[in-house]
DNA sequence: ACCGCCGGGTGCC
DNA sequence: ACCGCCGGGTGCC
């Protein structure tokens, strides 16, 4: 049965992105490559080893424990209940103390000294995770059984098992009956009634279901918008709101809770209390229309709900009261509470919330919305607490709330928080995730298009946030949902299911209303137009490819390829530089030894290199865009605040969390204060040459303003030095032209969209976008071509990108032309996306691989990119 | 009796 | 704890 877990559906559902856990150890060769933007095409999936995940890990068997002192603890629990087992190192008595706390996180008691001694060597040295059940005896004064699960990786199995022999305890073998089940005990898992464990295949297609179009009548009753909103509502866009405001207002049971004689239960962990858990007001939005138009219609919906409320009136009420004006706006604020709603979202949406609320809401009706940007934020309590709407971003979040977590956002109770792009907090280690999940709230919002983008781990902050017990604590996750559903069983799916059921409205671009499509969109075309290199360029590219080629000759020769990954990637960001124009490929060879300051001044060129690159300016430890980028003696970027932590919390031996170097603080290297556009004057001092591809932008630039001079266009590149390459041409030829790149400050980006987006002749008819400049909100409808100068590795960067044009308001069919430079290491790049596009959309029996093959695989893809 | 046995005091880690 | 364990009291039959 276990066999299960080594399939491609398994693969598939624990997905390759970081989840949660607990050390940073498990950081692997796919954020590894992030760095360079390759994370998609490596095909990463963890390897085995490097990886402290607890979705691999097996149960090595079961042993009955007791749980003592009860007497002196408060914490209950019943029988059949789960209890968490916490190490407890400072204890007085016994170092290896080990608590016993049920689910609210109450003590228990304690493990048995005698028993806590082995444990806690298995437990600190992460050998298993050790689990607990309370068969029976709940009630006694003194003592009780517990039921105890050790589960953990295959290689650690012989360890634990001798380590506990050691000290007299013997594991009963892992049968059906105790393993199958995450439920807490026989009640829920009779015998006879064992689980039944689903095919490969039956679990990819129930997992892709999860986020379904879902028929329920509460989802697709509509509701007319606010008077207070100037523009019509789609009736989609009604249905949602419908929902949401049904949401808000549930006084309903969370999921899996019941109410039996006075006591609320909890049918997962069999946990009861008195006191009510709260009903979570609020849910997620998953709307992956959200990449074409999600980004207006949630800010629509929102408006919606926000004025809803802001009114304080019922939502029927408001709408038949057609004289809602400002007085009834008056009444609220002599009401106690909070009255304030903080929207999060990533810095690259901000400006399109501000550009939404005032588009559609009525001019006579005021809102007071504070954007809280920037280093002149007010951070006036008093102040902060009378608007009705809140903006900020989720670095803002996360640096205001620091290490203290003492920022005026966290002192505050908010009316609503809602988080935009919600996946951005699905690393539960990044402090962004922990800002936003230490907000308090009456109602809390997610909007994402991308609810889990590979595994059921990014749902975990999700539904943390959310409030959602038990789920706030990822050990009640685990065992009840993540864990079952992993190994297959199908009482923990229809869980899940019916989980994301209850608090999630989805639709997709082909979900219906009444029949119709929800979207009607003009038509996408995307042409690939080759490019040859002249002589010159290709002789630079030649030289360069070889001397990588033999470089990378020798990693293969000496097996060390791997260990070389960085200065492989390295080659091909070249490589692909040098398809653009041949001064972007600033030589950055590394050589021998070299002084202290020579040494720091190559970390920051390859810092910047990576960061101007624009190929992935991603931390890989809170996976989000790098704020106070540093660099490590290892030349891995990371943001300070980020890597500061791991060093802290892995002290004496810090290492790597990408290729486990020695790491100190006093090592890392700071970008020194930006002078991006001293050194864009730099290579300006150069003289300007043109390049093939330059010249076929330029060709088909002048074609079409011949045809129709009115055409917007964007041009897109991950290289922001290539784009200020192009501008010295598009000068010369008399365009006007604007741009956007992610460093823009805040004031800028939306002054070029504005002007960008402005249809008045004279207004600029290009924009200079770097690929990820954008979020998915990002509004560029005024552009009908677009043309991308160079691949990206991961094609949904791409479409995201030319989802930003392609979107609701777009009216006329969008042209998408792709530069490729023929025979080139671009080339291979598409044949790698398509292969692994195939591979995504076709049948999913691809087999499981073990390591070497996964080392192949990677091997073979860096291989066939510089065609050795 | 450097034992056994009795029965009171006592009780997590 | 209606247990185990500890350590003091005690001691032929």
Partial sequence: MLSFCRDSAWKYLQSTHLGGDRTYSHYTSRDFSSQFGLEDFLCTDDIPGTDEDTDSAVLFGTLRGNVVGLRYYTGVVNNNEMVALQREPNNLYDKNAVKVNNVNGNQVGHIKKELAAPLAYIMDNKLAIVEGVVPYGA??????????????????????????????????????SNWVSGRAGPSYSAPGHAAVQM??????????????????????????????????????????????????????????????????????TNFAEKERPETVLGGILADDMGLVTMCSALVNLNT???????????????????GLSVQSVKKNDSEEGPRTTLIICPLSVLSNWIDQFEQHIR????LNIYVYYGPDRSKDPAFLSKQDIILTTYNILASDYGSRGDSVLHRLKWLRVVLDEGHTIRNPNAQQTKAALNLEAQRRWILTGTPIQNSLKDLWSLLSFLKLKPFTDREWWHRTIQRPVMLGEQGAL????????????????????????????????????????????????????????????????????????????????????????PHLCTNTSSSSESTPEELREKLVNKMKLILSSGSDEECAICLDS??????????????????????????????????????????????????????????????????????????????LRKQNPAVKCLIVSQFTTFLSLIETPLKESGFVFTR??????????????????????????????????????????????????????????EDQCFDR???????????????????????????????????????????????SEVKQTKINEIKSLIDL
Avoid at 153 to 170: A, I, P, R, S
Avoid at 545 to 560: H, L, P, Q, V, W
Avoid at 774 to 792: E, H, K
């Fill in 139 to 176: 009630k006694n004064a003194f003592t009780m059984p517990v039921q105890m699960s050790f589960w953990g990786k295959e290689e650690n199995k012989q360890t634990v098992l001798d380590k506990l022999k050691m000290h007299g305890f013997k594991l009963a073998p892992p049968s059906k």
């Fill in 199 to 268: 095919t490969t295949e039956q679990l990819k297609s129930e997992f892709d279901k999860l986020f379904e179009d879902l028929k329920e009548d509460d989802k697709t009753h509509e509701m007319e918008g606010a008077e207070a909103v100037g523009t019509p509502l789609l009736p989609h866009q009604k249905q949602a709101l419908a929902w949401m405001v049904s949401r808000e207002n549930s006084k309903e049971l969370p999921l899996f809770w019941e109410e039996k004689n006075s006591f609320y239960y909890n049918t997962l």
């Fill in 304 to 322: 919606e709900l926000l004025l809803f409320f802001f009114f304080s009136v019922v939502f029927v009420i408001s709408f038949q009261n057609k």
């Fill in 363 to 366: 001019p006579d009706v005021h």
């Fill in 494 to 581: 229809r869980r899940l299911q019916a989980l994301i059921k209850n608090i999630t409205l989805r639709r997709t671009k082909t979900s219906k209303i009444k029949g119709k499509p929800v979207l009607e969109l003009p038509e996408r075309k995307i042409f690939i137009q080759h490019v040859t290199l002249t002589e010159e360029e290709r002789k630079i590219y030649q030289s360069v490819k070889n001397e990588g080629k033999a470089a990378i000759s020798r990693y293969f020769n000496e097996g060390t390829v791997l260990a070389h990954y960085a200065d492989v990637l390295g080659v091909v960001l070249r490589l692909r530089q040098l398809c653009c124009h």
């Fill in 626 to 703: 790098l704020n106070l980028p540093v660099i490590t003696h290892c030349a891995h970027v990371f943001c300070k605040p980020c890597i500061c932590e791991v060093i802290q919390s892995e002290q004496p031996n810090a290492k790597c969390p990408l290729c486990r170097n020695e790491l100190r603080v006093e090592h890392l290297v700071e970008c020194p204060p930006e002078e991006s556009d001293s050194s864009i004057e730099k290579k300006g001092d150069r003289e300007w040459i043109s390049s093939s591809k330059i010249n076929a932008l330029m060709h088909a630039l002048i074609d």
């Fill in 740 to 797: 956007l790149n992610g460093s823009m400050a805040q004031k800028k980006r939306v002054q070029a969209i504005q002007s960008f987006q402005d249809s008045q002749t004279g207004s600029p008819t290009i924009m200079l976008l770097s690929l990820k400049a954008g979020g998915v909100g990002l509004n560029l409808t005024a552009a009908s071509r677009v043309f991308l100068m160079d691949p990206a590795w991961n094609p949904a960067a």
């Fill in 805 to 851: 044009c392609h979107r609701l308001g777009q009216k006329q069919d969008v042209v998408i032309t792709k530069f490729i430079v023929k025979n080139s290491v671009e080339e291979n790049m598409l044949k790698i996306q398509k292969k692994k596009r195939e591979l995504a959309a076709g049948a999913f029996a691809a087999k499981k691989l073990t390591v």
